[in-house]
């Protein structure tokens, strides 16, 4: 852990109060003018920190950008996910970057975002725009204990940690339209990209990367799909402080890996359903030159959708394009 | 093409006859004395080239090296598979040089070849044996519209090519062992790594490697492996020329990936199974901490082992460790 996470860590452990320079200075080895220089330098990436004689440094506000000395002093010490973070100004894709990594031998947990990517994409290579400092792009790596078909329970959890992220932080209510969809008022909010490196039976890694269109504003939405997006920030009136959705997302998306990786995917999948916008309806899903027509009855246990067709019979879906005929 | 793969495609097409100097300058548009020095060089690679006046050149024999010029020029003009090929003398694994190469974006089709391996490697990170000119071990890089359930299929036109290629040019008829061996009586004289990068629904790229045991002799084998390894030279008691296997594997390869990608996979499972040591056989199949046990009955449309259990159920498995018991 760097001085300036243990600082910030700090900072955050006593809430409003002030932090006094020389225990810190005592409580992490290092001189009282190092502990100065740190502040200073804080100061310069935009924190106001306050300086009181015989009180102490006090944390009146931070900026917004993605700091990974703040973003690690914000995780739970004992979480898998985020152990290693990782923020880039600029990138082609955080998934190109996580699966380098995870070639490199990376332990699964690290995170890696970017404040802007030049080739974010969704499925199928589709272009995904992720103008600077406006929204989240990040990606997960995993290494699971599963095999390829049961990938789809890690987007599963994507979706639904999420959703309750941007519910606790924008107390927004985001719909789930499968497979890695995030709605409000039925416009696209957020999207998940998960890509893997298998062997047939097995998951070397897995990459899970998200996209959350957070402080986007309307005159920001491309006119192709200004009737089909939206943002955290036009849904709730407000700017949204991405270091917080970032820290919900991650401990949330934490706590649902531990349950898969203990075969607890079913209790996902409930409440996954409950918020999902494709169960009960009526679909046609797109997969290649095919086309499926049905209703779309439930999750199986490896995340696939059900779906029911005219004539009874039931067909398992594993990806696609779907469009709702509600 | 280069002026080396166009005159050794020129011997070829030729057979033991001779290649006039002054008519394959004026075919491949260069000087007589550029053609000169291309045979200088292949001489020097250890190619026998006999020089006539009047006649022209003659190929009398081929060193026992792997040589992307000559490998292009056994290779048919309209193969998907084999129409970039490139050789290493020494690198880690083939099957990460190939991938690498996918993500660059290269083309399927594109094979790799090394003379020896670093870090050769089988199924789950096992370490695979490759000391240098005694094997073939080669990465074929394919891009199939499959998703990535399906890609068992490529395993086994995989084994069901190498097979072939070996019953062709070693009159040897290995068994198949599933997923990914082949044996020599009873002891495996090569292996198949199947590696995707994948999203869920969708195979990004597909890497199979195969490592032959085509020069190896007795004393080469290690003593943890001597009573379970075998090699096309112990078995046939002759040294066997594997620029002449790596062309059979690659056209046999090549036609089976025509037929996957034609539907026709049934036909290739028809006479894998033919080959397979393991159908009709009780089997105990150990997956991670679990254990299978029951006869292997059958190929599903995917490539999955079809077992039915002591009590008549019928499972599917993908993959594992698997031990006969006749």
Known sequence: MTIDTQILRAFRECGEGSVSGAELAEELGVSRAAIWARIEELR????????????????????????????????????????????????????????????DGAVEGVVVFAESQTRGRGRMGRQWLS???????????????????AATQITIAAATALARAIQRVCHLD????????????????????TEMS?????????????????????????????????????ESGAAVNRA??????LSEL?????????????????????????????????????????????LDADGALMIRSPHGHLERIIGGDVLLEK
């Open 44 to 103: 310069s990436l935009g924190y106001e920190i306050d300086a009181t004689p015989h009180q102490g440094y006090r944390l009146v506000s931070i900026p917004d950008v993605l700091h990974a000395d703040d973003l690690l002093a914000r995780m739970p010490l004992n979480q898998i996910i985020g152990r290693d973070i990782r923020v880039f100004e600029q990138t082609g894709s955080t998934n190109d970057i996580a699966e380098k990594l995870a070639r």
């Open 131 to 149: 103008p600077s400092r406006k929204g989240l792009w990040l990606s997960v790596l995993l290494r699971p204990r599963m095999r390829p078909e």
């Open 174 to 193: 985001p719909e789930i339209k499968w497979p890695n969809d995030l709605l409000l008022k039925g416009r696209k909010v957020a999207g998940i990209l």
């Open 198 to 234: 298998a062997e047939l039976d097995r998951i070397k890694s897995l990459i899970v990367g998200v996209g959350v269109d957070v402080n986007v504003e309307r005159q920001d939405l491309p006119a192709e799909i200004e009737k089909t997006a939206t943002s955290l920030r036009i």
């Open 244 to 249: 917080d959705l970032a820290t919900a997302y």
């Open 254 to 298: 934490d706590r649902e890996y531990h349950r898969i990786c203990a075969g607890e995917f079913a209790q996902i999948a409930d409440e996954w359903e409950s918020k999902c916008v494709t169960i009960g309806c009526n679909v046609s899903i797109s997969i290649g030159n095919r086309q499926i027509v049905g209703r779309a009855e439930s």
